[in-house]
């Protein structure tokens, strides 16, 4: 597998774009999280919401750690520069 190396500013740009989607995945969340406790507030079978919002828990833990993976790499090249 090759490796390539990508210059700070494009690693600084992908970390804000990690950011601003882990950002809009913690509202997304907290949104989906009351919309099933309405469900169930109205008696509604939340079996599906709760299976999808576990998978929306896991997509959003693989964003977070794509982002912690670029702030790595971003420490390393700068300890390199």
Known sequence: MVRVELPSSVLINYLGDAE???LRGETILAHQELIIAKMEA???DTT???ELLQQFKLT???HIA???ALS???AGSRLLS
């Open 42 to 44: 109205d008696g509604c």
């Open 72 to 74: 790595a790499e971003l």
């Open 60 to 62: 959003h833990a693989s």
């Open 66 to 68: 794509d982002r912690d």
């Open 48 to 50: 599906r919401a709760r």
């Open 20 to 22: 601003r989607h882990i």
